[in-house]
């Protein structure tokens, strides 16, 4: 199945507002602002915004979402209609440029939808930055395709590499159909990635999170990790008299669904992704709130983890900015809670401290 999205490929016009709700959705779902500058929409910084930034720099971090793409030798079809500040490298140099002043402990690598006869190599890239161990990513999950039969074999390859943690396939663009993760082979995949001790990532459309909860429900043997949210869109959640547009998706149901998946012990959230498609004219401690508190309630505190989705953060707000906003909006939880969210969780769920 390609992941390129035609409507885009070699377009003279980047439609910015179209890439982000089709082919940009691969990686970060929903829309982002158009024009957005990086200020804090509401102009100056706040007490709690203030707060938000010591709190930033005394608590660990482990980053269970970091995107790495060196433009020279690896290809990424979406790219091309993708606005331009994600066209160019981001490695661990500017990783460590967009990180600094923040204390992140270690970082997982999370596989950037590449051309699918780069796999291999990617996955063989990220395995080799792990166990050289000078970067602060320790981990990785890969791509895959778990609705091929060939499946099996790719992903023994790795079945004994101790830093790959996982499988994510983008299940959201717009020629992914859907029902795929729901196809006899794509479950048989799940369930084969349960018996090495692999998870998977969903990212997926939130109208098809039910197919989500079907999938995890038949895999109880294997671990998912819900990217971004389930991909809820921040400004559909705010009141009309303040929404610029019609809601992209309907927000009870995604509501209904993330409770469901929380229902499912063998399922994690992964705070994440939200940032990049925050609405403009609204504090991102506003917009965000309302998806972060009912995943983070939903969940509990011992089920949900940390993803900077940088640079595909950058679509909504710098790296930092994304961390002081979450601290922010967590600010009046425990502080043991907010340490697991941050990074105790994601320790435990991919066994960093041991591998
Ligand atoms: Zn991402």
């Not at 706040?46 to 290809?75: C, F, S, Y």
């Not at 705010?238 to 409770?259: F, G, M, Q, Y």
């Not at 469901?260 to 498609?277: D, H, M, R, Y």
Request: contains cysteine.
């Amino acid at each position: 199945m390609s992941v390129v999205e035609p409507g885009f490929s070699g377009s003279a016009q980047t439609d910015r507002r179209r890439f982000l709700t089709t082919a940009g959705a691969l990686l970060v779902g929903g829309a982002a602002a158009a024009s957005r500058t990086f200020a804090h929409p509401s102009g100056a910084l706040t007490e709690t915004a203030a707060a938000g930034a010591r709190a930033m720099l005394a608590t660990p971090i482990v980053d269970t979402h970091q995107h790495l793409w060196n433009l020279e030798t690896q290809k990424l079809p979406w790219l091309d209609g993708a606005p331009e500040v994600l066209k160019k490298t981001y490695w661990l140099n500017e990783y460590a440029a967009a990180t600094e002043g923040l204390n992140i402990k270690s970082a997982v690598y999370m596989e950037v939808d590449i051309a699918p006869d780069q796999q291999i190599s990617e996955a063989d890239t990220l395995l080799e930055i792990c166990r050289k161990g000078d970067a602060p990513t320790i981990a990785a999950v890969i791509s895959g395709r778990p609705n091929s039969e060939e499946f099996a074999r790719y992903i023994h390859r790795y079945a004994k590499a101790k830093p790959i943690k996982g499988v994510r396939q983008v299940l959201h663009p717009p020629d992914c159909p859907r029902g795929l993760c729901l196809e006899k082979q794509f479950v048989r995949s799940m369930n084969l990635l349960g018996e090495i001790g692999m998870s998977f990532d969903l990212c997926m459309r939130p109208e098809d999170l039910s197919d989500a909860v079907t999938l995890v429900r038949q895999c109880p043997g294997t671990r998912f990790v819900l990217d971004h949210c389930g991909n809820a869109d921040p400004g559909s959640f705010l009141s009309e008299s303040v929404r610029k547009e019609a809601p992209k998706h309907d927000t009870e149901a995604w509501k209904a669904n993330i409770l469901q998946l929380a229902e499912q012990s063998n399922v994690i959230c992964k705070i994440s992704g939200v940032i990049a498609s925050a609405p403009t004219g609204v504090p991102f401690t506003d917009s965000l709130a309302p998806v972060i508190n009912h995943c983070l309630d939903s969940f509990g505190p011992d089920r949900v983890i940390f993803g900077g989705d940088w640079p595909v953060c950058l679509l909504g707000a710098p790296f930092r900015e994304w961390v002081s906003t979450l601290l922010t909006i967590i600010s009046n939880r425990p502080q043991a809670e907010q340490e697991k969210l941050l990074h105790k969780n994601a320790e435990k769920f991919y066994s960093l401290l041991t591998q």
